[in-house]
């Protein structure tokens, strides 16, 4: 940059920062002031700036940048941060000048400052399922929305990868944690520093935590799925249900034995079988609950959409067709749900606002930390597509199975 250049700037500082038509004023500093006033100095300052210029070996400061545009630190600062005052004439110059030198925020250094690094972590249980897709999204469009970064960890239902998880955030000094519990023992959090690292949950709630969550009334959605079997008549209804010891796996199956109780169906615990959540355990238990000895169920409620997958896959290796022979309800609803043959009729939860609320939460949390927690449940949807579309029939098991199926 030329002295010549400088001086220009300079000359012109103190009067482009006066806004009379607002009636504000944002002050150039003395030394910005008497720049205008005294060429000699303006020659000096502008040969040690150019020895200051940045290069690919040091980046541009904020310091370069008040340069560049001849205007204060502060007033960079303002333009910034956007919490002053600044005539856009002088904040479209200010900005002319970031560009110019491709200055970069030290948000790290700004976050040590301000007490904050402007992210937040999210961390889920099984990057594979497709329920925490729109989950994700719901936090980031919130964070983003506020400013703040968003850092994903998946755990893969592993305690000591969640526990890794949650140091981690805690030393890069994320702000805050949204967090899916896995199963297991959650007594590290009773020391954890909630103060100075909130937390919220969601889609589960582990019983010795008292904080923030974000869940679904899982009771009712799973009531909802079995009532509308019963009302087709079907009362032989088997469940693949999900990790035993989470809440979402007992609450639905406390939906499940509610609804039978309400129409007089006796509970038959030969009709329960436990998934794991994944394809794989869909079609295990699936499986299992179609082959027994006893008389097999007439529908099926699986309580996860990727079990959903396995149930299918298991209805196929038997011989049977949904909804022809079984009749099938997945709790989760996912945009191949409806592309599907059958199309399924499911449980839908509002997976999007499960994100969006417990960001919110969280934001919440930062700005009032000594409030009581609070339990936000949604309310989930039943979907009534093809899949439980069969008439109740009477049923002889094949007198052959397929040769790759056990009993």
Not at 208 to 220: C, G, R
Request: charged share 20%; aromatic share 6%; hydrophobic share 40%.
């Amino acid at each position: 940059m030329f002295a010549g250049e400088y001086q220009w700037r300079y000359s012109l500082v103190f009067n482009e920062q006066h806004d009379f038509t607002a009636g504000r004023l944002v002050r150039a500093s003395e030394e910005e002031a008497s720049y205008g006033q005294d060429p000699s100095r303006c020659m000096e300052e502008a040969k040690q700036m150019k020895d200051m210029e940045p290069s690919a070996e040091r980046p541009a400061t904020i310091k370069d940048v008040a340069a560049h545009a001849g205007v204060s630190v502060a007033t960079v600062s303002a333009v910034i941060n956007r919490n002053k005052y600044v005539s856009p004439g002088l904040a479209q110059r200010v900005q002319e000048s970031i560009a110019a030198l491709g200055y970069e925020r030290n948000s790290l250094a700004q976050g040590l400052k301000m007490h904050t690094s402007q992210t937040i972590g999210l961390i889920i249980s099984d990057i594979t399922n497709p329920f925490f897709t729109s989950v994700v999204r719901g936090v980031e469009d919130v964070a983003n929305a506020r400013g703040y970064s968003l850092i994903l960890g998946n755990t893969d239902e592993d305690l000591k990868k969640e526990m890794s998880y949650m140091h981690l955030l805690e030393s890069k000094r994320a702000d805050g944690l949204i967090v899916s519990f896995t199963l297991g023992n959650h007594e590290y959090l009773r020391s954890w520093p909630a103060q100075r690292l909130p937390l919220v949950s969601i889609d589960r709630l582990p019983p010795e935590l008292s904080i923030d969550a974000v869940l679904i009334d899982n009771v009712a959605g799973a009531r909802k799925a079995v009532e509308h079997l019963i009302a087709l008549g079907h009362e032989r209804i088997g469940i693949v249900t999900g990790l035993t010891g989470i809440t979402t796996t007992e609450e639905r199956l406390i939906g499940y034995q509610r609804a039978l109780k309400a129409s007089g169906i006796p509970l038959d615990p030969a009709l329960i079988a436990e998934g794991n959540s994944r394809v794989d355990g869909g079609e295990r238990a699936a499986l299992q609950l179609l082959t027994q000895e006893a008389v097999r169920p007439t529908a099926l409620f699986v309580t996860s959409g990727l079990m959903v997958i396995g149930a299918l896959q298991a209805i196929d290796r038997v011989g049977l067709r949904c909804p022809e022979d079984i009749a099938l309800v997945g709790f989760d609803d996912f945009e191949w749900a409806a592309v599907m043959y059958p199309r399924l009729t499911t449980v839908c939860q509002p997976t999007y606002e499960i994100g969006q609320k417990a960001a919110q939460l969280l934001f919440e949390r930062l700005e009032n930390r000594d409030a009581a927690p609070q339990m936000v449940r949604l309310q989930p949807q039943l979907v009534i597509r093809e899949s439980t579309g069969a008439a109740l029939q009477s049923f002889t098991a094949p007198t052959e199975m397929p040769s790759d199926v056990h009993r």
